[in-house]
């Protein structure tokens, strides 16, 4: 087999080191542009589990990388004042030069042939069975035929610059540095003795004030020193290409074509904030290698490659992306206590989380907890002593929720006639016996014509409001929680079918006349709606109103009015389903024009002490849609307005949407409202375990935390969830026994599980 690798950094290093050593009768060469010793950087990083993937793949590499490198356990966060060291990370440091030169070392013992200081094209080596792209993120291969690749470029806001200094670190050090300019942030390691690397990065805003653009190395590294004096304890910067750049967060639609394949950088990029650009470039190598030990042809080993290792790069460049996001916005974090800043730190990528902490870090955990108790204690309420944040109580006018943990809005589609009926009173009771501190209804709509289905449940007359009046009543006989009843109206969305008869898709019989801010229609094959005239949008106002009146009767503590999901009251919010001429259409203080009219009158009728939420949709997640500014002004809008509480949910505006899934996918969005509208949020989506409740919490990102699907099968989430961490909550006393039972299992299966997870760690490297 004849192989060929065009670049010789440590992707196509590895790769080449990995077949050699399996098939040594392959003629595999190593083509680099630049000398042997050329790097431009200071260290790498990897974690312990990095380096358990690295000892498994090839021991003699490994052995030669670890004895090089410098190991630390500790993350160091220092900002606002002070300094929290967190343990049980692992992970170590090393040269960039120092791990060239190893692999290179490792590749010539095996019989890889290296050539250095060459520019090649795949066109010069017309006898090659398989090219390896491993040529960087600037890849001459990869942009010699876009079409083919489609590669996409996120070239993010902030600037950051890549220096070095002889200071020593003990830890992964962060400093966050307040200047009148703005905040500097410091990313520091150490990788080999008297070395270490400082990534230092700044917001746009800051860059351009602090007069950064143009200068040279050797000007920004006297302004970063100034900047940083203090942490640098008299040691200078070193530049080495040291520019100011943007990160490109890159991907592609396709890795290979023919007998050529990208790796590492030329195909898929992750933002040095997670520290995984080596990483990812090193396991792609050792994917590469795996999909060719499973014989086949050359093509179908590429196919294995990509079909099995995207998901795995796509799940590392999501992690990348929201870390990257927190360091874009750290100054909306800025304002808070020392401690949860650095709580958002460590958990800003999602893999740690509280109860990873928890195992690694107790006493850093058990500050956290403290501050989030006394935070309580200061809001003039009563905490659970020693209970983790998703126990402790919640306060919002006169309605006090004993917990945390919400049970989000699910449509049943189970109503007739808008009646809700002994199955509604067995899904919101049983919720409500489980313990969950608030329940919200599920959407319920003010009149027959603002049903999404002909199942949906509404509150439009006297026996709609009785039968909800009976829920409510039981609710509260049975459980310490409150209810909250979301009122809306489908818009463009009505007259469609059951749920799961064909999710928005719409009636073939049936259906009804619908409105929408303006007549465009959400399937192609959709009724299209009538554009909503004046005297509609009255009659429209005053059945919300209505159903708020028959709601406080019916003895909800809180009403959440809809202005989500592509809905009536969000089709006036969104661009994409506005089209306006009116008053109503156009900017956006036009487009929220209608929607608090709505708010107003049912903020009037409804009872002054009992709180009110809005249900909205942060983004569209299509183009042209609502930004992120106008999310925050929506926000601020109905905050101005009394609202006390934003329920931040995400799309359905429109078909074309593109999500961007994942666990708790759309937290950023609550964590946006929360900290920079500066109103009360409940997150959700995609949220499924206690342990995430606890993060969104203590990192401040939300008030409230939503679950839907674990709710779905479990209405005794709550309860099952506090017994796991030794929580005594409310119980019926029907249910007293087994609530004792939980409680005495919970605390043993807990402590196994912790023993377990233990075990799991990846093992210390350290020498």
Same mark, same amino acid.
């Given at each position: 087999?004849?192989?060929?690798?065009?670049?010789?950094?440590?992707?196509?290093?590895?790769?080449?080191?990995?077949?050699?050593?399996?098939?040594?009768?392959?003629?595999?060469?190593?083509?680099?542009?630049?000398?042997?010793?050329?790097?431009?950087?200071?260290?790498?990083?990897?974690?312990?589990?990095?380096?358990?993937?690295?000892?498994?793949?090839?021991?003699?590499?490994?052995?030669?990388?670890?004895?090089?490198?410098?190991?630390?356990?500790?993350?160091?966060?220092?900002?606002?004042?002070?300094?929290?060291?967190?343990?049980?990370?692992?992970?170590?440091?090393?040269?960039?030069?120092?791990?060239?030169?190893?692999?290179?070392?490792?590749?010539?013992?095996?019989?890889?042939?290296?050539?250095?200081?060459?520019?090649?094209?795949?066109?010069?080596?017309?006898?090659?069975?398989?090219?390896?792209?491993?040529?960087?993120?600037?890849?001459?291969?990869?942009?010699?035929?876009?079409?083919?690749?489609?590669?996409?470029?996120?070239?993010?806001?902030?600037?950051?610059?890549?220096?070095?200094?002889?200071?020593?670190?003990?830890?992964?050090?962060?400093?966050?540095?307040?200047?009148?300019?703005?905040?500097?942030?410091?990313?520091?390691?150490?990788?080999?003795?008297?070395?270490?690397?400082?990534?230092?990065?700044?917001?746009?805003?800051?860059?351009?004030?602090?007069?950064?653009?143009?200068?040279?190395?050797?000007?920004?590294?006297?302004?970063?020193?100034?900047?940083?004096?203090?942490?640098?304890?008299?040691?200078?910067?070193?530049?080495?290409?040291?520019?100011?750049?943007?990160?490109?967060?890159?991907?592609?639609?396709?890795?290979?074509?023919?007998?050529?394949?990208?790796?590492?950088?030329?195909?898929?990029?992750?933002?040095?904030?997670?520290?995984?650009?080596?990483?990812?470039?090193?396991?792609?190598?050792?994917?590469?290698?795996?999909?060719?030990?499973?014989?086949?042809?050359?093509?179908?080993?590429?196919?294995?490659?990509?079909?099995?290792?995207?998901?795995?790069?796509?799940?590392?460049?999501?992690?990348?992306?929201?870390?990257?996001?927190?360091?874009?916005?750290?100054?909306?974090?800025?304002?808070?206590?020392?401690?949860?800043?650095?709580?958002?730190?460590?958990?800003?990528?999602?893999?740690?989380?509280?109860?990873?902490?928890?195992?690694?870090?107790?006493?850093?955990?058990?500050?956290?907890?403290?501050?989030?108790?006394?935070?309580?204690?200061?809001?003039?309420?009563?905490?659970?002593?020693?209970?983790?944040?998703?126990?402790?109580?919640?306060?919002?006018?006169?309605?006090?929720?004993?917990?945390?943990?919400?049970?989000?809005?699910?449509?049943?589609?189970?109503?007739?006639?808008?009646?809700?009926?002994?199955?509604?009173?067995?899904?919101?009771?049983?919720?409500?016996?489980?313990?969950?501190?608030?329940?919200?209804?599920?959407?319920?709509?003010?009149?027959?014509?603002?049903?999404?289905?002909?199942?949906?449940?509404?509150?439009?007359?006297?026996?709609?409001?009785?039968?909800?009046?009976?829920?409510?009543?039981?609710?509260?006989?049975?459980?310490?929680?409150?209810?909250?009843?979301?009122?809306?109206?489908?818009?463009?969305?009505?007259?469609?079918?059951?749920?799961?008869?064909?999710?928005?898709?719409? $009636?073939?019989?049936?259906?009804?006349?619908? @409105?929408?801010? /303006? =007549?465009?229609? #959400?399937?192609?094959?959709? %009724? !299209? +709606?009538?554009?909503?005239?004046?005297?509609?949008?009255?009659?429209?106002?005053?059945?919300?109103?209505?159903?708020?009146?028959?709601?406080?009767?019916?003895?909800?503590?809180?009403?959440?009015?809809?202005?989500?999901?592509?809905?009536?009251?969000?089709?006036?919010?969104?661009?994409?389903?506005?089209?306006?001429?009116?008053?109503?259409?156009?900017?956006?203080?036009?487009?929220?024009?209608?929607?608090?009219?709505?708010?107003?009158?049912?903020?009037?009728?409804?009872?002054?002490?009992?709180?009110?939420?809005?249900?909205?949709?942060?983004?569209?997640?299509?183009?042209?849609?609502?930004?992120?500014?106008?999310?925050?002004?929506?926000?601020?809008?109905?905050?101005?307005?009394?609202?006390?509480? $934003?329920?931040?949910?995400?799309?359905?505006? @429109?078909?074309? /949407? =593109?999500?961007? #899934?994942?666990?708790?996918? %759309? !937290? +950023?969005?609550?964590?946006?409202?929360?900290?920079?509208?500066?109103?009360?949020?409940?997150?959700?989506?995609?949220?499924?375990?206690?342990?995430?409740?606890?993060?969104?919490?203590?990192?401040?990102?939300?008030?409230?935390?939503?679950?839907?699907?674990?709710?779905?099968?479990?209405?005794?989430?709550?309860?099952?969830?506090?017994?796991?961490?030794?929580?005594?909550?409310?119980?019926?006393?029907?249910?007293?026994?087994?609530?004792?039972?939980?409680?005495?299992?919970?605390?043993?299966?807990?402590?196994?599980?912790?023993?377990?997870?233990?075990?799991?760690?990846?093992?210390?490297?350290?020498?």
């Amino acid at each position: 087999m004849r192989i060929a690798v065009i670049g010789g950094g440590p992707a196509g290093l590895y790769f080449a080191i990995l077949m050699k050593r399996d098939r040594p009768e392959a003629r595999i060469t190593v083509v680099e542009r630049n000398r042997s010793d050329d790097t431009f950087g200071f260290g790498v990083v990897f974690s312990d589990q990095t380096l358990d993937t690295f000892e498994r793949a090839d021991r003699p590499s490994y052995e030669a990388i670890r004895d090089a490198f410098a190991y630390w356990d500790d993350i160091e966060i220092n900002a606002k004042g002070e300094t929290h060291r967190i343990g049980g990370n692992g992970f170590c440091g090393c040269s960039r030069r120092t791990l060239l030169l190893l692999l290179q070392q490792r590749a010539r013992e095996l019989g890889v042939e290296l050539a250095f200081q060459r520019d090649v094209t795949p066109a010069d080596f017309p006898d090659a069975d398989l090219i390896v792209a491993a040529d960087g993120i600037n890849s001459a291969v990869r942009n010699s035929d876009p079409a083919h690749f489609e590669p996409s470029v996120d070239l993010r806001p902030n600037r950051f610059t890549w220096m070095g200094s002889t200071r020593p670190f003990d830890a992964f050090t962060f400093f966050f540095k307040e200047r009148r300019e703005g905040i500097f942030i410091a990313h520091c390691y150490q990788y080999e003795a008297g070395a270490s690397t400082w990534v230092l990065e700044t917001d746009p805003e800051t860059f351009e004030r602090a007069g950064l653009e143009g200068k040279s190395e050797a000007e920004s590294a006297a302004f970063l020193e100034e900047v940083f004096a203090e942490e640098l304890q008299g040691h200078r910067l070193i530049t080495n290409r040291s520019m100011w750049r943007q990160f490109p967060m890159m991907r592609c639609k396709r890795w290979s074509k023919g007998n050529v394949v990208l790796l590492g950088d030329a195909k898929a990029t992750a933002h040095f904030s997670i520290g995984s650009g080596t990483k990812l470039a090193m396991e792609d190598a050792i994917a590469l290698h795996g999909a060719f030990t499973q014989g086949g042809t050359v093509e179908e080993a590429l196919r294995r490659f990509e079909t099995g290792r995207r998901e795995d790069v796509e799940k590392i460049q999501h992690a990348a992306d929201v870390s990257l996001v927190w360091f874009e916005h750290v100054d909306r974090f800025w304002h808070m206590p020392a401690t949860r800043f650095a709580f958002g730190v460590m958990t800003r990528a999602k893999a740690i989380t509280w109860d990873n902490l928890a195992l690694r870090a107790p006493e850093f955990v058990e500050e956290s907890r403290e501050l989030f108790e006394e935070e309580v204690r200061a809001e003039g309420l009563s905490p659970a002593a020693g209970a983790p944040p998703m126990f402790q109580p919640f306060r919002l006018r006169n309605m006090t929720v004993p917990n945390r943990v919400t049970v989000s809005a699910m449509c049943q589609y189970s109503a007739k006639d808008g009646m809700p009926d002994d199955w509604h009173l067995m899904h919101y009771g049983a919720r409500a016996t489980g313990g969950a501190g608030l329940i919200f209804t599920e959407m319920t709509c003010v009149s027959p014509e603002a049903r999404i289905t002909p199942g949906c449940a509404g509150i439009w007359n006297d026996a709609q409001e009785a039968a909800w009046k009976r829920i409510v009543d039981f609710c509260h006989a049975h459980g310490a929680g409150k209810i909250a009843l979301q009122l809306g109206h489908a818009g463009q969305k009505g007259a469609s079918k059951l749920m799961w008869e064909g999710m928005d898709q719409p $009636l073939e019989e049936g259906g009804w006349p619908i @409105v929408s801010a /303006s =007549a465009i229609a #959400y399937f192609p094959n959709s %009724q !299209v +709606p009538r554009e909503i005239t004046r005297a509609e949008m009255d009659g429209v106002r005053d059945d919300f109103v209505a159903a708020a009146r028959r709601g406080a009767r019916a003895g909800f503590d809180m009403l959440e009015f809809h202005c989500a999901h592509g809905y009536l009251m969000a089709s006036f919010l969104s661009p994409l389903t506005n089209h306006r001429t009116d008053e109503y259409g156009g900017v956006l203080e036009n487009r929220l024009r209608y929607p608090l009219e709505v708010y107003r009158a049912i903020r009037a009728a409804w009872p002054s002490d009992r709180p009110m939420s809005v249900r909205v949709s942060a983004t569209d997640w299509a183009e042209g849609g609502t930004t992120d500014e106008d999310t925050v002004a929506i926000a601020r809008a109905f905050a101005e307005e009394g609202c006390d509480l $934003l329920d931040v949910s995400t799309g359905q505006t @429109v078909a074309r /949407s =593109a999500p961007q #899934y994942g666990r708790m996918f %759309q !937290v +950023p969005y609550s964590d946006m409202i929360r900290n920079e509208a500066k109103v009360a949020t409940v997150a959700v989506g995609s949220i499924t375990s206690a342990d995430q409740v606890n993060t969104i919490l203590a990192a401040g990102r939300a008030d409230l935390v939503a679950l839907a699907r674990p709710h779905l099968v479990d209405p005794s989430f709550t309860m099952e969830a506090a017994a796991r961490y030794g929580v005594r909550t409310f119980c019926p006393p029907q249910y007293r026994w087994g609530q004792e039972a939980l409680l005495r299992n919970a605390a043993r299966e807990e402590a196994d599980l912790m023993e377990l997870r233990r075990k799991a760690r990846p093992k210390r490297h350290a020498r």
